[in-house]
């Protein structure tokens, strides 16, 4: 049984490591979003956001693998040897902390991609805004053109 929960404890840390250094690619991945977004080259964009679809969907088993061990941790603590909480508790916070810096991550991306949508509606609202003022006065009469435009 103790040598059953070596190999749990191994498997679970391993599952950790793997899980922390997908998240760490998905981190180098949102920095290249960043500097692609900036630049518009959506075909790079598209790359970058399949790649990271790919790094995400290797997280799932994983992350069934740990939420399973952690909940029969939990459930019977017990199951976890002593001599490798300590262990396992920093592999957990080092995970929960890449985990919290691409979350960081990926929120600025946001603010960033949300300021730039406003920018670029504003300057759609100011073109359209224009141009309907310019087609209303050129469809308009004669008489309801500025005096300064009459020719007399």
């Known amino acids: 049984m103790q040598n059953s929960g070596a190999q749990v404890v191994d498997q679970f840390l391993s599952d950790i490591r793997r899980s922390a250094e997908i998240y760490g690619s998905l981190i180098e991945l949102t920095h290249e979003q960043g ?3 900036s630049s518009g080259d959506t075909d790079e964009l598209i790359r970058i956001a399949r790649e990271k679809q790919a790094q995400l969907s290797r997280l799932g088993p994983l992350d069934a693998s740990i939420r399973t061990t952690r909940k029969e ?3 019977d603590p017990s199951r976890l040897p002593a001599s490798r909480r300590e262990e396992v508790n920093e592999a957990v916070s080092h995970l929960e902390t890449v985990l919290k810096d ?12 949300l300021s730039e949508k406003e920018k670029a509606l504003e300057e759609i609202r100011r073109v359209d805004a224009g141009r309907r003022v310019q087609r209303a006065y050129a469809a308009g009469p004669a008489s309801s053109r500025s005096v300064l435009d009459r020719k007399e």
């Open 35 to 37: 500097r692609v977004l």
């Open 73 to 75: 941790w939990e459930d």
């Open 102 to 113: 691409l979350l960081t991550l990926e929120r600025d991306q946001e603010r960033v991609l």
